[in-house]
């Protein structure tokens, strides 16, 4: 059973950071592409940043590209999410997310198996 448990949500003003965390119990993390979506309110989810696995070939959508940095520890078995410059447009539920057995980026929700519980980002104007 492979579970994802992220931390390091919280609330902060515009123009401020935070660093999410994502901590994965499985054993055979580093074979697998990982990935950050979000969901706010009445909207639908969206892939916000995604990691391949060995070599953390990254991609991110473009409304972050440029402030949000995805990165993993292989030997912490922990991926992170750094958030800069936030927006209120940034506000959602934050989520980390495993493939099952892909190696590739992707930010299709559909590509991911396995689910965190999700941590709240909340932007201030």
């Known amino acids: 059973q492979v579970q994802l448990v992220e931390s390091g949500g919280g609330s902060v003003q515009s123009g401020g950071s935070l660093r999410l965390s994502c901590a994965v119990s499985?054993?055979?993390?580093?074979?697998?592409?990982m990935g950050w979506f979000r969901q706010a309110p009445g909207k639908e989810r969206e892939g916000v940043a995604s990691i391949s696995s060995y070599y953390a070939a990254t991609i991110y959508a473009a409304s972050v590209k440029g402030r949000f940095t995805i990165s993993r520890d292989n030997g912490e078995n922990t991926l992170y999410l750094q958030m800069n410059a936030l927006k209120p447009d940034d506000t959602a539920m934050y989520y980390c997310a495993s493939t099952r057995g892909n190696s590739y980026p992707s930010l299709n929700g559909a590509d991911f198996a396995y689910w965190g519980q999700g941590t709240q980002v909340t932007v201030s104007s």
């Open positions: 499985r054993y055979t993390y580093s074979r697998y592409s």
